[in-house]
């Protein structure tokens, strides 16, 4: 399978701990995304990367959020000091922009984070 | 801001009926109109694109309606099946750039 993968699927922390996801988007996708989901919501976007840049964040993204592309492939999301209302989904996604047309996002199944 | 408007919010349509949701959008900048798909647990998966020059664009069972002088767009699903069950997302966006997505509807498919 040649998707878009994220790791863990599942993540259960205390409050105040700090987590790190991992996503690998769809190879030669140069540009990556971050959303969040919480229940009954569609996503919300965080940031996005083309290659190794990130070129925007949202206001959701706090100081205890933190995001990489350190070689333009595989990007990481950190959360420090982790609070309840971080429960979420992460969504991770990829795409590519090769020209018209390709500026569809494919998303990767997501890593559920529940802070207690 | 809302800037994609999504109803209803939930939907029950029976075995063989035309599901229909309706969207509005209010950024005349997005030129890109997906709709995503999406099971419990999963992520959002891809199920048919417009983009505003277009009017209607039909892909088997699925069709997208677009009015871009009202700045709305409709999916519509003939024949819906309990397979079909899930919560649907229109989205827009801009170029290369972030989807905005609307709140979802979650259909339910009834045999």
């Known amino acids: 399978d040649t998707g878009v993968s994220q790791d863990p699927r599942h993540k259960i922390t205390k409050r105040g701990q700090n987590v790190t996801f991992r996503c690998d988007p769809i190879?030669?996708?140069?540009?990556l995304y971050w959303y969040r989901q919480t229940l009954g919501q569609g996503p919300e976007f965080l940031t996005y990367?083309?290659?190794?840049?990130?070129?925007?964040k949202s206001r959701l993204l706090s100081d205890r959020f933190s995001a990489e592309r350190p070689k333009g492939s595989f990007s990481t999301l950190e959360i420090q000091r982790t609070e309840q209302g971080d429960s979420a989904m992460y969504l991770c996604?990829?795409?590519?922009?090769?020209?018209?047309?390709?500026?569809?996002?494919?998303f990767g199944p997501g890593t559920r984070l529940t802070v207690l | 801001q809302q800037q994609v408007k999504q109803s209803p919010q939930s939907l029950i349509v029976q075995k063989g009926g035309i599901s229909i949701i309706n969207c509005a959008y209010e950024?005349?900048?997005?030129?890109?109109f997906p709709w995503y798909q999406q099971f419990p647990g999963k992520g959002p998966a891809l199920l048919i694109a417009?983009?505003?020059?277009?009017s209607e664009k039909k892909e088997g069972r699925f069709t997208i309606s677009f009015n871009k002088s009202a700045k709305q767009f409709s999916l519509h699903i003939m024949d819906s099946q309990p397979g079909d069950s899930a919560t649907y997302f229109c989205?827009?966006?801009?170029?290369?750039?972030?989807?905005?997505f609307g709140i979802g509807t979650k259909l339910q498919v009834i045999p």
């Open positions: 996604a990829s795409s590519t922009i090769a020209g018209p047309g390709t500026d569809t996002q494919y």
């Open positions: 190879s030669e996708h140069n540009r």
């Open positions: 990367f083309q290659n190794e840049a990130q070129l925007e």
């Open positions: 950024n005349t900048a997005f030129d890109y």
């Open positions: 417009i983009r505003p020059d277009v």
């Open positions: 989205a827009a966006s801009r170029g290369y750039q972030k989807v905005t």
